[in-house]
């Protein structure tokens, strides 16, 4: 509703600039824009979110025209920094198809004006006029779209008026020099460069992955593979567009990272029911599958939302009459242990809504967690918080630096048990969409306020420790339609729905439409897909074939269906299943298939 309103409130605003004529141009005016037909591509102008790219069809007037795609919460802005001449009257016009698409000037130093179309089309002439401040030397031209709307295209740009002399219009400034590179870790490297004069901002270019906007000299690049090699260049940039790129840099990644080494290079993760009872049936530790690497306990529980005092138990006899004693169940665990698998505790679930809001909870967290850890001998944690669990506070709206009390906490927390079990403790995590994907076009309540605060709320945890992540195994079940790197829709149950979700969190994406907030890219090895194992298991089950047309997409680049895929990644890690009870329940044909896809023997 709120965006709806801000539409109408902007289309009342802009239409007394709609479809204005301005006075014509005296005979000593000049176009004072450059590039206003876009033949030489985006010389002169800066999209946001790379949201421009020029189009030979369809066009007004030459060979080349721009289209634009607004995407989440950019509309698609394409500008232009237009030297003026002070207390002078110019016309800004253009030729547009699409609806609400918009032409303005900011920056006039009197009163800025902006024009635009409502309906689709033909093209359409926009113009209005404006009068530059007494000390007005330069404005901003600029075109965009509405959100939510679909690409627009805009050609022959002009700002008509008086020529203000000088040394003429804007360049871009001149390449970057001196570009070194350095391994930070295992996920990172850093780069820094000599500062160009004249340069506003920069971008990192990495051997065909999407630009990296920066605003200083330097840059930490992240979420990179261990022991691999990177080339990175640079261009810099001001309101007349970007340089020539950089002479290229190479560096690679230091070996190791993501803790909890000894996983297959394909690893199949599923959860156990271990303290309560559906109507999956009970498993006992030692009747586990082979098939399984990474068996989570369902679940470790808090004693009250916000005590951080984390609870486990096995099942009651009561309601699971072959439940193993506490003894058997440690010599389980330690029988797979010696067959190489991990068992982890699993804090939250549906019901175990867990939030830290304070230090002494995070403190409780801390000791509680370790306390399970050590009676059962386990290998480390997975993060299951679900509901209301995580959410973030209004004005928190940098996932790079958090200051949600109950996020802060978590994040400390983690480290703090990472810190006391050392190099070899494994964290996984498996939040669902809504706290992840959905950060693409929402984050937190939002700038306006009123959406929801739980809006991709996972990821500043994601971010703080994607140096100790294991593996991230996003539920891409139980889930609304989510909008993927293509700005469409994907809904559960088909392996569309796993190539998309799976392709955001390989590829990276401006969070909430921010791409000078980009959440960089995980590792394959740090990411599996989540999916139920049967139709009993909730809803989005997906079909083994389907499973298979995902792998070969994300793997192989093949079965890809409509989606493009920005990568081919053979080293995913594997599959994650809701659950181990389900799968038995069912005859085993989640994990049966994952095995004969890796040609396993289990």
């Given at each position: 509703?709120?965006?709806?309103?801000?539409?109408?409130?902007?289309?009342?605003?802009?239409?007394?600039?709609?479809?204005?004529?301005?006075?014509?141009?005296?005979?000593?005016?000049?176009?004072?824009?450059?590039?206003?037909?876009?033949?030489?591509?985006?010389?002169?102008?800066?999209?946001?979110?790379?949201?421009?790219?020029?189009?030979?069809?369809?066009?007004?007037?030459?060979?080349?025209?721009?289209?634009?795609?607004p995407?989440?919460?950019?509309?698609?802005?394409?500008?232009?920094?237009?030297?003026?001449?002070?207390?002078?009257?110019?016309?800004?016009?253009?030729?547009?198809q699409?609806?609400?698409?918009?032409?303005?000037?900011?920056?006039?130093?009197?009163?800025?004006?902006?024009?635009?179309?409502?309906?689709?089309?033909?093209?359409?002439?926009?113009?209005?006029?404006?009068?530059?401040?007494?000390?007005?030397?330069?404005?901003?031209?600029?075109?965009?779209?509405?959100?939510?709307?679909?690409?627009?295209?805009?050609?022959?740009?002009?700002?008509?008026?008086?020529?203000?002399?000088?040394?003429?219009?804007?360049?871009?400034?001149?390449?970057?020099?001196?570009?070194?590179?350095?391994?930070?870790?295992?996920?990172?490297?850093?780069?820094?460069?000599?500062?160009?004069?004249?340069?506003?901002?920069?971008?990192?270019?990495?051997?065909?992955?999407?630009?990296?906007?920066?605003?200083?000299?330097?840059?930490?690049?992240?979420?990179?593979?261990?022991?691999?090699?990177?080339?990175?260049?640079?261009?810099?940039?001001?309101?007349?567009?970007?340089?020539?790129?950089?002479?290229p840099?190479?560096?690679?990644?230091?070996?190791?990272?993501?803790?909890?080494?000894?996983?297959?290079?394909?690893?199949?993760?599923?959860?156990?029911?271990?303290?309560?009872?559906?109507?999956?049936?009970?498993?006992?530790?030692?009747?586990v599958?082979?098939?399984?690497?990474?068996?989570?306990?369902?679940?470790?529980?808090?004693?009250?939302?916000?005590?951080?005092?984390?609870?486990?138990?096995?099942?009651?006899?009561?309601?699971?009459?072959?439940?193993?004693?506490?003894?058997?169940?440690?010599?389980?665990?330690?029988?797979?242990?010696?067959?190489?698998?991990?068992?982890l505790?699993?804090?939250?679930?549906?019901?175990?809504?867990?939030?830290?809001?304070?230090?002494?909870?995070?403190?409780?967290?801390?000791?509680?967690?370790?306390?399970?850890?050590?009676?059962?001998?386990?290998?480390?944690?997975?993060?299951?918080f679900?509901?209301?669990?995580?959410?973030?506070?209004?004005?928190?709206?940098?996932?790079?630096?958090?200051?949600?009390?109950?996020?802060?906490?978590?994040?400390?927390?983690?480290?703090?048990?990472?810190?006391?079990?050392?190099?070899?403790?494994?964290?996984?995590m498996?939040?669902?969409t809504?706290?992840?994907?959905?950060?693409?076009?929402?984050y937190?309540?939002?700038?306006?306020?009123?959406?929801?605060?739980?809006?991709?709320?996972?990821?500043?945890?994601?971010?703080?420790?994607?140096?100790?992540?294991?593996?991230?195994?996003?539920?891409?079940?139980?889930?609304?339609?989510?909008?993927?790197?293509?700005?469409?829709?994907?809904?559960?149950?088909?392996?569309?729905?796993?190539?998309?979700?799976?392709?955001?969190?390989?590829?990276?994406?401006?969070?909430?439409?921010?791409?000078?907030?980009?959440?960089?890219?995980?590792?394959?090895?740090?990411?599996?897909?989540?999916?139920?194992?049967?139709?009993?298991?909730?809803?989005?089950?997906?079909?083994?074939?389907?499973?298979?047309?995902?792998?070969?997409c994300?793997?192989k680049?093949?079965?890809?269906?409509?989606?493009?895929?920005?990568?081919?990644?053979?080293?995913?890690?594997?599959?994650?299943?809701?659950?181990?009870?389900?799968?038995q329940?069912?005859?085993?044909?989640?994990?049966?298939?994952?095995?004969?896809?890796?040609?396993?023997?289990?």
């Amino acid at each position: 509703m709120r965006r709806t309103r801000s539409l109408l409130t902007a289309v009342a605003l802009a239409a007394a600039g709609f479809l204005a004529a301005g006075p014509p141009a005296a005979a000593a005016d000049a176009d004072l824009v450059r590039n206003g037909g876009f033949e030489a591509g985006l010389d002169g102008w800066s999209c946001s979110g790379g949201s421009g790219a020029t189009v030979t069809a369809p066009v007004h007037g030459g060979s080349s025209a721009l289209k634009a795609t607004p995407a989440g919460q950019d509309n698609a802005r394409c500008s232009q920094s237009v030297t003026v001449k002070p207390d002078s009257t110019y016309t800004l016009g253009a030729w547009v198809q699409g609806a609400y698409v918009y032409l303005g000037a900011s920056g006039t130093g009197t009163t800025d004006v902006s024009a635009w179309t409502q309906s689709p089309g033909a093209f359409k002439q926009l113009t209005t006029t404006f009068r530059t401040g007494p000390s007005t030397t330069s404005v901003t031209v600029y075109t965009h779209g509405w959100y939510g709307q679909p690409a627009h295209v805009t050609d022959d740009v002009t700002l008509v008026g008086p020529d203000p002399g000088g040394p003429g219009q804007p360049r871009p400034p001149a390449a970057p020099t001196g570009l070194t590179a350095s391994a930070a870790s295992s996920s990172s490297v850093l780069l820094s460069w000599t500062a160009v004069p004249g340069a506003t901002s920069y971008t990192v270019h990495r051997d065909g992955a999407a630009p990296l906007p920066v605003t200083a000299a330097s840059a930490t690049v992240t979420g990179l593979a261990a022991s691999t090699a990177y080339t990175f260049r640079v261009g810099a940039v001001n309101a007349a567009g970007e340089s020539p790129l950089s002479a290229p840099v190479s560096a690679t990644t230091t070996g190791g990272g993501g803790g909890g080494g000894g996983l297959p290079a394909h690893a199949l993760v599923g959860y156990l029911h271990t303290s309560f009872a559906n109507g999956s049936g009970y498993v006992r530790m030692a009747d586990v599958p082979a098939s399984w690497d990474v068996i989570n306990l369902a679940f470790g529980e808090p004693t009250s939302v916000t005590s951080g005092d984390i609870r486990f138990r096995l099942c009651p006899v009561a309601e699971c009459p072959n439940v193993e004693s506490p003894a058997e169940f440690k010599a389980a665990v330690k029988a797979k242990q010696a067959a190489g698998k991990k068992v982890l505790i699993s804090i939250g679930g549906q019901n175990g809504q867990v939030q830290l809001p304070t230090t002494a909870a995070r403190d409780t967290f801390v000791s509680s967690v370790g306390r399970i850890i050590d009676e059962y001998g386990l290998d480390g944690l997975d993060i299951d918080f679900e509901g209301h669990s995580l959410s973030l506070a209004t004005g928190d709206t940098d996932f790079r630096a958090p200051t949600t009390p109950g996020i802060v906490n978590l994040i400390s927390a983690v480290k703090s048990l990472k810190a006391r079990y050392g190099p070899g403790f494994v964290l996984t995590m498996a939040p669902e969409t809504f706290f992840v994907q959905l950060g693409y076009q929402f984050y937190g309540s939002g700038p306006w306020g009123g959406q929801d605060p739980r809006a991709g709320a996972y990821l500043p945890v994601i971010h703080a420790l994607r140096d100790d992540l294991t593996l991230l195994h996003v539920q891409d079940y139980n889930s609304g339609p989510i909008m993927g790197l293509d700005n469409q829709y994907h809904s559960m149950g088909g392996a569309d729905f796993h190539i998309a979700m799976t392709d955001m969190l390989l590829t990276g994406f401006p969070v909430a439409g921010n791409t000078a907030r980009a959440f960089p890219a995980l590792r394959p090895e740090q990411v599996a897909i989540g999916l139920p194992a049967t139709t009993n298991a909730g809803n989005g089950h997906t079909s083994p074939a389907e499973v298979t047309k995902a792998l070969n997409c994300l793997t192989k680049k093949t079965d890809c269906g409509t989606y493009q895929t920005h990568g081919t990644w053979p080293g995913l890690r594997g599959l994650m299943t809701w659950s181990i009870n389900w799968d038995q329940f069912g005859g085993r044909e989640f994990s049966r298939n994952f095995d004969a896809y890796y040609g396993r023997t289990a």
